[in-house]
């Protein structure tokens, strides 16, 4: 079936998307630092545009399509469990904070991986960064990239090819010609439609339930563990759910897509601006979004597929206009994501690849035409791998999240903050990180009932201190000025 | 290395600490504290269960309030070019 007061909207969308590309273009072509232009913006961004391109980059296919899926089984614990991805917005920000923007500077850092190799002074370090970074954000992304043509699918009626194509199209053109400028510009309008669509759409299943009174009397009827902190069958412990804050939370620091962010902005004015609209906009649409999932069950009872819940109960409850509008919000939180995974992708190849170890004598002319193909192929990649779907896209998601957090948490954090880190605690934190939340993840997910990324955060930070104090001897503190 | 605006950079680093240990513990408490008995008997504020309400509603909106304060008193500009701050 098609709904076209819902792709009206969609559509009007995607074209204002396209305009921002080709305007961020001009920038582009007429920047004399092109690296710093095309993969940063030019570190320009005031603090309404950092906040947003934060939300919007970390609000994802889960937050708006699987979340409140989940939510609608589980009940209110899972809303509880949503809320530990609070701190993404300010912690993240107060922890990079100065330091880090004025650290990039001096190294004049592109990617987070210069950062790590300016300060630890390894390419081993690089290698593992880049080879993680790639092979998780790959995963990342086409596990979005899926999730956008599903749901353009199931608006549209459009088979799925057809809505990968479309899904695809877009986004590639606007990445490829205006870069992170272009990114930052769309994620600012996606990310508004995110907290304006979360809200109408928070207040039409409130007024479709017949208040709140009324539907937490249905749901206690239904099922009374609905409305505990332990969700429906009793399966969300507090040690589990209090993990979540390091993968969801406090983990987001050592997410590279969330970490480039914080050396783009322009001022402390700004990241003062963006910690409290990021606060506030992260806070709106978690809250609001998961809310919306319990609150859909009474609204809309026997829902079987989960990922179905949100663009259902918005064609139910909600007049078709505003639908198209809050079913735009998924489709922004997906292109925003998608869109920062790709850029960086690309940075990574270019810079901490092809530039580090293949070609560092590289002309201007050469950067610019690499960065643009390099771009293109891995967004083709995508596509061409997102044909033959994978299943799980909270699992996927949340694998490359986990992966990405215990390699690049404590290299980070004690890269900036600590004079005493050196490249072998770097090294050695990494891979047992990555190698342990493997290991867990597919071994023993949610060991000991706390997640699985909770371990190898652990193991990693012990490893990192250690070998650290332990190798001071061969590393004569590299005076990096910290 | 003894860069003032660091001394600055580390201490709202700190207070970032500061302000996530609060969050967990208004968010912890509430939720665990209130919402241990049984559903039946929960107390309910604005339609919601009170456990809910304070965990994940007005714990929420203290944190925001408690962020802007501590940006408003603590937080402080500084330059992010090396050479301009040097006065």
Same mark, same amino acid.
């Given at each position: 079936?098609?709904?076209?007061?819902?792709?009206?909207?969609?559509?009007?969308?995607?074209?204002?998307?396209?305009?921002?590309?080709?305007?961020?273009?001009?920038?582009?072509?007429?920047? @004399?630092?092109?690296?710093?232009?095309?993969?940063?913006?030019?570190?320009?961004?005031?603090?309404?545009?950092?906040?947003?391109?934060?939300?919007?980059?970390?609000?994802?296919?889960?937050?708006?399509?699987?979340?409140?899926?989940?939510? &609608?089984?589980?009940?209110?614990?899972?809303?509880?469990?949503?809320?530990?991805?609070?701190?993404?917005?300010?912690?993240?920000?107060?922890?990079?904070?100065?330091?880090?923007?004025?650290?990039?500077? *001096?190294?004049?850092?592109?990617?987070?991986?210069?950062?790590?190799?300016?300060?630890?002074?390894?390419?081993?370090?690089?290698?593992?960064?880049?080879?993680?970074?790639?092979?998780?954000?790959?995963?990342?992304?086409?596990?979005?990239?899926?999730?956008?043509?599903?749901?353009?699918?199931?608006?549209?009626?459009?088979?799925?090819?057809?809505?990968?194509?479309?899904?695809?199209?877009?986004?590639?053109?606007?990445?490829?010609?205006?870069?992170?400028?272009?990114?930052?510009?769309?994620?600012?309008?996606?990310?508004?439609?995110?907290?304006?669509?979360?809200?109408?759409?928070?207040?039409?299943?409130?007024?479709?339930?017949?208040?709140?009174?009324?539907?937490?009397?249905?749901?206690?009827?239904?099922?009374?563990?609905?409305?505990?902190?332990?969700?429906?069958?009793?399966?969300?412990?507090?040690? &589990?759910?209090?993990?979540?804050?390091?993968?969801?939370?406090?983990?987001?620091?050592?997410?590279?897509?969330?970490?480039?962010?914080?050396?783009?902005?322009?001022?402390?004015?700004?990241?003062?601006?963006?910690?409290?609209?990021?606060?506030?906009?992260?806070?709106?649409?978690?809250?609001?979004?998961?809310?919306?999932?319990?609150?859909?069950?009474?609204?809309?009872?026997? !829902?079987?597929?989960?990922? /179905?819940?949100?663009?259902?109960?918005?064609?139910?409850?909600?007049?078709?206009?505003?639908?198209?509008?809050?079913?735009?919000?998924?489709?922004?939180?997906?292109?925003?994501?998608?869109?920062?995974?790709?850029?960086?992708?690309?940075?990574?190849?270019?810079?901490?690849?092809?530039?580090?170890?293949?070609?560092? =004598?590289?002309?201007? /002319? #050469?950067? /610019?035409? *690499?960065?643009?193909?390099?771009?293109?192929?891995?967004?083709?990649?995508?596509?061409?791998?997102?044909?033959?779907?994978?299943?799980?896209? !909270?699992?996927?998601?949340?694998?490359?999240?986990? %992966?990405? =957090?215990?390699?690049?948490?404590?290299?980070?954090?004690?890269?900036?903050?600590?004079?005493?880190?050196?490249? &072998?605690?770097?090294?050695?934190?990494?891979?047992?990180?990555?190698?342990?939340?493997?290991?867990?993840?597919?071994?023993?997910?949610?060991?000991?009932?706390?997640?699985?990324?909770?371990?190898?955060?652990?193991?990693?930070?012990?490893?990192?201190?250690?070998?650290?104090?332990?190798?001071?001897?061969?590393?004569?503190?590299?005076?990096?000025?910290? | 290395? @003894?860069?003032?605006?660091?001394?600055?950079?580390?201490?709202?680093?700190?207070? %970032?600490?500061?302000?996530?240990?609060?969050?967990?513990?208004?968010?912890?408490?509430?939720?665990?504290?209130?919402? @241990?008995?049984?559903?039946?008997?929960?107390?309910?504020?604005?339609?919601?269960?009170?456990?809910?309400?304070?965990?994940?509603?007005?714990?929420?909106?203290?944190?925001?309030?408690?962020?802007?304060?501590?940006?408003?008193?603590?937080? /402080?500009?500084?330059?992010? #070019?090396?050479?301009?701050?040097?006065?």
């Amino acid at each position: 079936m098609i709904h076209w007061q819902v792709i009206i909207p969609l559509f009007v969308f995607l074209v204002i998307i396209f305009i921002i590309g080709f305007w961020a273009n001009r920038h582009v072509r007429n920047s @004399n630092s092109f690296l710093q232009e095309y993969f940063l913006g030019g570190r320009e961004m005031g603090g309404f545009l950092l906040a947003m391109t934060m939300m919007a980059t970390y609000g994802s296919a889960s937050s708006f399509i699987g979340g409140p899926g989940v939510s &609608y089984n589980l009940g209110l614990g899972w809303v509880l469990l949503a809320m530990a991805q609070l701190p993404a917005g300010y912690f993240v920000l107060m922890i990079l904070g100065k330091k880090f923007a004025i650290i990039s500077r *001096r190294y004049e850092a592109i990617t987070l991986i210069d950062f790590l190799k300016k300060r630890y002074d390894s390419n081993v370090v690089v290698f593992i960064s880049a080879l993680s970074i790639i092979v998780f954000l790959f995963a990342s992304m086409t596990a979005q990239w899926v999730g956008g043509a599903r749901l353009i699918e199931s608006l549209t009626g459009l088979n799925y090819i057809v809505a990968l194509l479309i899904f695809a199209v877009t986004v590639l053109v606007y990445v490829i010609i205006g870069g992170f400028r272009a990114v930052a510009l769309t994620d600012a309008l996606q990310g508004t439609i995110m907290i304006i669509g979360t809200v109408i759409l928070l207040i039409g299943t409130i007024l479709a339930g017949g208040g709140i009174d009324n539907i937490m009397g249905s749901l206690l009827n239904e099922n009374p563990q609905m409305l505990t902190p332990f969700g429906s069958d009793g399966s969300l412990t507090p040690l &589990y759910v209090s993990t979540f804050w390091i993968l969801i939370g406090l983990g987001v620091i050592g997410l590279p897509q969330i970490a480039v962010r914080a050396m783009s902005y322009k001022d402390s004015n700004s990241l003062h601006k963006a910690i409290l609209i990021g606060t506030v906009g992260i806070g709106t649409i978690m809250f609001g979004m998961h809310l919306i999932g319990v609150l859909a069950r009474p609204v809309m009872p026997g !829902i079987e597929i989960a990922d /179905k819940v949100m663009p259902t109960l918005t064609l139910e409850v909600l007049p078709p206009v505003l639908a198209g509008i809050v079913l735009a919000a998924p489709m922004a939180a997906i292109m925003s994501t998608v869109n920062a995974l790709l850029m960086l992708v690309s940075s990574t190849v270019v810079k901490d690849v092809y530039l580090n170890f293949i070609n560092p =004598e590289a002309t201007d /002319k #050469q950067i /610019k035409n *690499r960065s643009f193909w390099v771009t293109t192929i891995i967004g083709l990649a995508v596509v061409l791998l997102s044909l033959s779907p994978p299943d799980l896209l !909270i699992m996927l998601n949340l694998f490359a999240f986990g %992966g990405l =957090e215990s390699a690049f948490l404590w290299a980070v954090v004690f890269g900036l903050y600590w004079s005493k880190a050196n490249k &072998y605690g770097a090294i050695s934190s990494m891979i047992v990180g990555l190698v342990l939340y493997i290991a867990i993840y597919q071994l023993a997910p949610n060991v000991f009932g706390m997640h699985s990324v909770t371990i190898p955060v652990l193991a990693s930070l012990v490893t990192f201190v250690s070998v650290s104090l332990a190798t001071q001897h061969k590393t004569a503190l590299n005076n990096t000025n910290l | 290395m @003894n860069d003032k605006r660091f001394k600055i950079a580390n201490r709202e680093a700190r207070i %970032g600490v500061v302000l996530v240990i609060i969050n967990f513990a208004i968010w912890y408490g509430f939720a665990y504290g209130l919402g @241990n008995g049984d559903p039946s008997e929960y107390e309910y504020i604005f339609g919601f269960p009170a456990w809910f309400f304070y965990s994940c509603i007005a714990g929420t909106i203290f944190m925001i309030i408690l962020i802007w304060v501590a940006i408003k008193v603590f937080f /402080k500009d500084v330059s992010f #070019q090396d050479g301009e701050d040097e006065k």
